[in-house]
């Protein structure tokens, strides 16, 4: 089964641009959760959707935002892209929601750089 | 409210030493607690979970880590370190949100294995 991929793995973009960073999760996994990780921040949780609804959000502006298809695919958005943006961000999948016991399975990342 | 916290944000043994990664979690009822590590360029991968029942997990790689309600402790170890070893580690707890559940992230240990 393929893993989580994540599509571009480096970007750079500069101030006040947008961005869309896309997630493939794996094959029947329904819920799709982003992560913002950054060396001072440390990991921290962006939203989580979830049969394409979302269903739990993290205290991120609403600059950021997502979306899920049909097909569980995921994207994230940052529009008015500041300095501070420049991070890892990190989707991971997951065959039920946040509220199960089930693994996290994470992608390798897309590395946002901001200039 | 949940939160957890890595009281260590690096630790360094040497190969075939001990280890030790400490954790303390705060809940308002019987937490779910993940272990998960982050090799240097590589996804994060679920090391072993907590969920009620055998308060002593084993995970993959020989680490394991006991659950303590006394001291609201999740501590991870591994009897003899390996170079291999060597990358970040989160401690993990699941916890409510409104009327679904999130993970909430520890600040992550880095661990430095000295040969």
């Given amino acids: 089964k393929a893993g989580v991929t994540q599509t571009p793995r480096y970007l750079i973009k500069t101030r006040g641009q947008q961005v869309t960073l896309s997630c493939s999760p794996i094959s029947g996994h329904r819920s799709v959760s982003w992560y913002q990780q950054t060396p001072g921040q440390g990991l921290q949780f962006l939203f989580e959707y979830f049969s394409e609804t979302q269903r739990n959000k993290g ?29 890892l961000y990190l989707c991971a999948s997951s065959p039920a929601g946040q509220d199960s016991y089930n693994e996290q399975f994470f992608g390798p990342g897309t590395r946002l750089t901001v200039l | 409210a949940q939160s957890v916290t890595q009281l260590d ?16 979690y705060s809940s308002s009822y019987s937490p779910s607690l993940f272990w998960y590590v982050q090799h240097p360029n590589k996804g994060l991968q679920l090391l072993l979970k907590y969920t009620s029942a055998a308060t002593l997990v084993k995970g993959i790689n020989g680490f394991e ?51």
């Fill in chain 1, 59 to 87: 205290n991120f502006p609403g600059r950021f935002s997502g979306r899920q298809f049909s097909n569980s695919r995921s994207e994230m958005n940052v529009s008015t892209l500041e300095l501070g943006d420049s991070a």
């Fill in chain 2, 65 to 115: 880590a006991e659950f303590k309600k006394s001291e609201t402790s999740f501590h991870l170890t591994k009897p003899s370190a390996h170079m291999s070893d060597a990358a970040e580690y989160f401690c993990v707890v699941r916890g409510p949100s409104g009327s679904n559940y999130q993970l909430i992230w520890g600040a992550g240990t880095k661990l430095i294995i000295k040969p």
């Fill in chain 2, 9 to 24: 944000s690096h630790v360094s043994v040497s190969e075939g030493t001990p280890v030790l990664l400490r954790c303390n």
